[in-house]
C-alpha cells in the first residue's frame, strides 16, 4: 500500500468514528466541542499512532480505534484554546468557536475534548497496563504542550530568539503531540520499552520536522492555498527557523514586516534564496527526519515501518 | 477524632504534598499554575476523597495521598477558567491568574493543573483496575463540570430558571466533583460497586448542599466574612435556590438588583424570612444530606463512617 492510500483510510476511518461519537451533538456546548473536530483535518496523529501500532504488532490498530481518536481529541482541543488566545476567527475554512459562539463557551468546549480523551484512551481494547501508561503519556504530553504554547507565546516580543530555543519549544509545542502518537500506539500495540523509546523518538522529529515545514509553507506556498496569508510568519515578526536562520546570516527582515503584495513577496523570498536561507532550513528539517528514520532499523521490516519511513518524508515535502 | 480534627489533619496533609510538588514552581507558567493552588483553600475535596478511602478500608488514604492532590487540582482548574469566564480580579485573597498575569497565562494555567491530575492518579499506589476507573471516573466527572458551568453562565440572561433546572445544574457544576471524590477514594481503596455507588451518591448530595449553602451565605453572613460582597447574587440577579423559591412565593426581587446598603440587606433578609424562603431553602439543604447520610448505613459501622456523617452536617451548618 501506498502512504496516500494508507492517510486516506486511516482519516476515513477516524472520521467515521468523530461521526459517531461527535456527529449529532446534543445542546449548545457538545455542538461547540465538535464544531472544529467535524470540520475536517488531515487526522494524522491518529494516523501515525496506527502506524506505529501496527508497526510492533500487524493488525493491532483495528482494536485501538477509540484510542486514536484520543490524539485527535487532545490535538483539537490545544486548536481551541490556541484560537482564544490569539483572537483567530478562522480555522479549517470554519469561524473558531471563540468566534462562532464566545471565550467562555470556547474554554469550555476545549476542556471537553480533553476530558473525552481520556475516556478514549480508558476505553481502550487492550491491557491495563498498557491502557494506564497510554494516560499517563498523554497527561505528560499535555503539560508539554501547554508549555511549549506559552513559550511561543514568550517569543512575541524578542527578536534574538535562538535556534536552540525555537527548537524547544517546537519539541513541546508540536512535536511532543506526534511522539506522544506513536509511543501509545507502541504502547498500546504491547511493545517492548525500547520499541516505544525509538517510536516516542521518530515522532518527536517528524512533529518538529512538520512544523519547520509548515513554516516554509507559510512562505513559500503558492497565494491562496495555504489557508493563511502569505509570509503572513515575516509579517508579523514570527520567530521561526527561517527568520532565526536569515538573522544568522545578517539578513534584515524589519522592512518586510507591513502588508506584502505578492512582488514583494517574491523578493523575499529571492532574497533568502539567494542567501541559502530557504535551503538551509529545508536540509534541518530533513536531516531531523533522516536522523529519525534511521532509528526504526530496529522494528521488524515491514510493509508498517516503510510506511513510518515515508510518513516522515511526506512531512519534509508535502506542500500546502 | 472530631471533624474539625480530621479536617485540619487532611488539609495539612494536602498542602504539606502541594507545597512538595508545587512550592517552588519554575518558569512563568509553573508559577501561574501554582497561584492559586497555593493560596490556601479548605481542601474539602482531597478530605472527602481520604475519609471515603478510610470507610471503605482502614487507614487506607495515606498510600492514596498523592492520589487525592488530583481532586484540589481539578478543582484549582476549574477555578482558573471560571475565573477568566467571570471576569473576577480576586479570589482567596489573591489576584486570580487572568488578573495577575492574563487570560491566555490562565488558560493554560488551568490546563496545566489538569493534565497534572491525571499524572497524580495514574500514581496512585493500588492496583491497576481502580487506578484506570479512577482515571475514567475523573474524565468524565471533568465533563459533567463543563457542562455545569455551560448551564450556569446560560441561566445569567434568564429570570424564569425553575428549582428543577438549578439542581441539574449544581449537581453538575459542584457536585459532580464532591461525587467524584468519594467514590475515587472507594475505588483507590478497594470498594465494592455497592459501596461506590453509595459513596457517590453521597458526595453528590454534599456537593449540591455544600453549593446551596454557599448560596445562604452569600445573603446571610455578616458583613466582611464571605469574601464576597453581601447579597451579590441578588444584586446580580443570579438564580439560586433562594431567588427562585422567592419567586415561587410571589416575592419581586427586581427592586434589590442594585448596590445594597447594611440596612437594605437586612430588609430583605428580613421579607425573606417573614415568607419562610430562607427556613425552606435551609430545610431543604439539610434534608438532601439527611436522605444521603442514611445510604452511608450500608457501609460498615466506623469512625470514618461517622466524620462522613458529620461532614454533611458541616456542608449545611457552617458560616463563612
New interface residues.
Given amino acids: 500500500m501506498e502512504l496516500d492510500a494508507y492517510l486516506e483510510d486511516a482519516a476515513e476511518h477516524v472520521d467515521r468514528l468523530i461521526d459517531r461519537y461527535f456527529g449529532a451533538p446534543v445542546?449548545?456546548?457538545n455542538r461547540a466541542a465538535a464544531h472544529l473536530l467535524t470540520a475536517g483535518g488531515k487526522r494524522l496523529r491518529p494516523a501515525l499512532m496506527m502506524l506505529a501500532a501496527d508497526a510492533v504488532r500487524p493488525n493491532s490498530s483495528q482494536d485501538l480505534m477509540p484510542a486514536a481518536l484520543a490524539l485527535e481529541l487532545t490535538h483539537t482541543f490545544t486548536l481551541i484554546?490556541d484560537d482564544?488566545?490569539d483572537r483567530d476567527s478562522f480555522r479549517r475554512g470554519v469561524p473558531t468557536v471563540n468566534h462562532r459562539w464566545n471565550?467562555?463557551?470556547a474554554?469550555?468546549a476545549?476542556?471537553?475534548l480533553?476530558?473525552?480523551a481520556?475516556?478514549f484512551l480508558?476505553?481502550a481494547i487492550t491491557p491495563?497496563?498498557a491502557?494506564?501508561r497510554a494516560?499517563?503519556m498523554?497527561?505528560?504530553t499535555?503539560?508539554e504542550l501547554?508549555?511549549g504554547?506559552?513559550l511561543d507565546?514568550?517569543f512575541s516580543d524578542r527578536d534574538d530568539v535562538t535556534e536552540g530555543e525555537y527548537l524547544e519549544m517546537v519539541e513541546k509545542k508540536t512535536g511532543a503531540l506526534y511522539a506522544a502518537s506513536a509511543a501509545i500506539g507502541a504502547v498500546l500495540a504491547g511493545a517492548s520499552d525500547p520499541q516505544v523509546e525509538v517510536l516516542h523518538r521518530f515522532g518527536l522529529a517528524c512533529g518538529v520536522a512538520f512544523q519547520i515545514q509548515d513554516d516554509l509553507i507559510d512562505l513559500l506556498a503558492p497565494p491562496g492555498t495555504s489557508g493563511k496569508d502569505r509570509g503572513s510568519d515575516i509579517r508579523e515578526g514570527k520567530s521561526t527557523l527561517i527568520t532565526i536562520t536569515a538573522r544568522e546570516k545578517g539578513i534584515d527582515l524589519a522592512p518586510y514586516r507591513r502588508p506584502l503584495t505578492e512582488a514583494e513577496c517574491e523578493d523575499l523570498i529571492g532574497l533568502l534564496s539567494d542567501h541559502g536561507v530557504i535551503e538551509e532550513v529545508q536540509e534541518k528539517a530533513r536531516r531531523i527526519v533522516r536522523d529519525a528514520s534511521s532509528l526504526l532499523r530496529t522494528l521488524p521490516d515491514t510493509e508498517e515501518r516503510r510506511l513510518l519511513i515515508a510518513l516522515g518524508e511526506y512531512f519534509v515535502s508535502r506542500g500546502a
Same sequence: chains 1, 2.
Fill in positions: 445542546g449548545d456546548l484554546h482564544i488566545m471565550e467562555p463557551t474554554i469550555l476545549g476542556d471537553v480533553y476530558s473525552r481520556f475516556s480508558v476505553g491495563e497496563t491502557r494506564l494516560v499517563g498523554l497527561a505528560i499535555c503539560d501547554c508549555l504554547q506559552h507565546m514568550s
